[in-house]
């Protein structure tokens, strides 16, 4: 047991055990006084400092500080958040939760919530160690269940790393009973595809000889999160302009930029829909299907596409926007002419922050919303 323990320390949330101690290491960093603020203006940070001495497990830590924050910032950046399907999950089982990426944070922070304003469990939250960038977001997310996924290395230590997240997921989902959520793929989608990679679910099967038993275990559900606004429409266009010509570099603090950015800016209307556990359909598939990894992974893939493109919301945003890219008016029964002229104008608006070939970037933009 206590190698086990050992094991996925590098990767794990906090133990309850360590919640005090995580809290007073959270109080102490000079970022604490801001996020206090914003979190619970009204309040001052004294009064907060002193309330976190009752608090002494994870869900205490999520229930008195984590909520109040998202229910902030989904006031204050949304015009409301809405969820259909969550009848598919049982409260008594645990899930992995396998949805589209396109926003840093908020997907599995307003997916959180979601589950908290309803009566669920909290699940894990799956985040690249790329991402935790200094000790308050690393000692913040680990408060916030977060399960660390180690990135990069050579074909050793990648080989290395997945078996130690399967392991993980596979003991944290099997044994104890617990939710994880994980994004269908490495980084947000840029260009509005939503598509799963298939090293995702060959990852899920590492160590294990039968991937179609290893799968089943972990009560795969896919989960479709559909916003108005995309989060962070501008830098995603510029990022696949540039990549279109050259390599792609992050500056120093982009990642923690677009953190910001997706949490502070409007992103009008979201909409999350629970898809349902995808068991049955592994069972249905042919016997030599569930033992090849290769297969398996492509079918189990495809499937999950299928629930989130079927469970995807379009907005008149993305009927507009398909319009516009063919110079037609094939869905003008989806949209006002208000609506359209308010595209209109936010679509300028964010390219005008952006440097190169306009009709290029346009392009781009457009397809962010009409791909879906």
Same mark, same amino acid.
């Given at each position: 047991?206590?190698?086990?323990?050992?094991?996925?320390?590098?990767?794990?949330?906090? $133990?309850?055990?360590?919640?005090?101690?995580?809290?007073?290491?959270?109080?102490?960093?000079?970022?604490?006084?801001? /996020?206090? +603020?914003?979190?619970?203006?009204?309040?001052?940070?004294? %009064?907060?400092?002193?309330?976190? #001495?009752?608090?002494?497990?994870?869900?205490?830590?999520?229930?008195?500080?984590?909520?109040?924050?998202?229910?902030?910032?989904?006031?204050?950046?949304?015009? #409301?958040?809405?969820?259909?399907?969550? *009848?598919?999950?049982?409260?008594?089982?645990? $899930?992995?939760?396998?949805? @589209?990426? +396109?926003?840093?944070? &908020?997907?599995?922070?307003?997916?959180?919530?979601?589950?908290?304003?309803?009566?669920?469990?909290?699940?894990?939250?799956?985040? =690249?160690?790329?991402? &935790?960038?200094? %000790?308050?977001?690393?000692? &913040? =997310?680990?408060? @916030?269940?977060?399960?660390?996924?180690?990135?990069?290395?050579?074909?050793?230590?990648?080989?290395?790393?997945?078996?130690?997240?399967?392991?993980?997921? +596979?003991?944290?989902?099997?044994?104890?009973?617990?939710?994880?959520?994980?994004?269908?793929? *490495?980084?947000?989608?840029?260009? =509005?595809?939503?598509?799963?990679?298939?090293?995702?679910?060959?990852?899920?099967?590492?160590?294990?000889?039968?991937?179609?038993?290893?799968?089943?275990?972990?009560?795969?559900?896919?989960?479709?999160? !559909?916003?108005?606004?995309?989060?962070?429409?501008?830098?995603?266009? +510029?990022? /696949?302009?540039? !990549?279109?010509?050259?390599?792609? /570099?992050?500056?120093?603090? *982009?990642?923690?930029?677009?953190?910001?950015?997706?949490?502070?800016?409007?992103?009008?209307?979201?909409?999350?829909?629970?898809?349902?556990?995808?068991?049955?359909?592994?069972?249905?598939?042919?016997?030599?299907?569930?033992?090849?990894?290769?297969?398996?992974?492509?079918?189990?893939?495809?499937?999950?596409?299928?629930?989130?493109?079927?469970?995807?919301?379009?907005?008149?945003?993305?009927?507009?926007?398909?319009?516009?890219? /063919? #110079?037609?008016?094939?869905?003008?029964?989806?949209?006002?002419?208000?609506?359209?002229?308010?595209?209109?104008? $936010?679509?300028?608006?964010?390219? *005008?922050?952006?440097? #190169?070939?306009?009709?290029?970037?346009?392009?781009?933009? &457009?397809?962010?919303?009409?791909?879906?």
């Amino acid at each position: 047991m206590q190698k086990e323990i050992l094991q996925f320390d590098e990767v794990r949330p906090y $133990y309850d055990s360590e919640v005090q101690p995580a809290i007073q290491k959270l109080i102490a960093h000079p970022l604490f006084e801001q /996020v206090s +603020r914003f979190i619970n203006p009204h309040a001052s940070v004294e %009064d907060i400092k002193k309330s976190f #001495g009752n608090i002494n497990t994870v869900f205490d830590f999520q229930k008195n500080f984590s909520y109040q924050g998202v229910t902030k910032i989904m006031k204050d950046s949304t015009s #409301g958040i809405t969820v259909d399907g969550i *009848e598919n999950i049982e409260k008594d089982k645990a $899930y992995l939760i396998i949805s @589209n990426h +396109r926003d840093i944070v &908020l997907d599995s922070a307003f997916l959180e919530y979601l589950l908290f304003k309803n009566g669920h469990n909290t699940t894990q939250i799956t985040i =690249g160690d790329n991402l &935790l960038i200094n %000790d308050f977001i690393t000692t &913040l =997310g680990k408060l @916030n269940k977060i399960f660390t996924l180690k990135r990069g290395g050579g074909k050793i230590e990648v080989y290395k790393n997945a078996m130690l997240h399967s392991a993980y997921i +596979r003991k944290t989902i099997c044994k104890d009973n617990q939710s994880i959520w994980i994004a269908q793929r *490495e980084g947000r989608t840029k260009n =509005g595809s939503d598509i799963t990679q298939e090293s995702l679910i060959k990852m899920l099967t590492a160590g294990e000889k039968a991937p179609g038993v290893a799968l089943k275990c972990l009560n795969i559900i896919p989960l479709a999160i !559909s916003y108005e606004y995309e989060p962070c429409d501008d830098r995603k266009t +510029r990022e /696949v302009y540039i !990549s279109r010509s050259d390599t792609y /570099v992050k500056e120093s603090n *982009e990642d923690l930029s677009s953190i910001l950015a997706g949490v502070s800016e409007q992103k009008g209307h979201v909409h999350f829909s629970f898809g349902k556990p995808i068991t049955n359909f592994i069972n249905s598939l042919p016997e030599d299907t569930r033992t090849d990894l290769h297969r398996m992974a492509a079918a189990v893939s495809k499937h999950i596409d299928h629930q989130i493109h079927k469970g995807f919301k379009l907005w008149p945003n993305n009927y507009i926007a398909a319009d516009l890219m /063919v #110079g037609m008016a094939a869905f003008n029964d989806k949209y006002t002419a208000e609506q359209k002229e308010n595209f209109i104008i $936010y679509k300028k608006n964010q390219l *005008e922050k952006l440097e #190169g070939d306009k009709e290029v970037l346009e392009d781009i933009f &457009l397809k962010i919303y009409a791909n879906p």
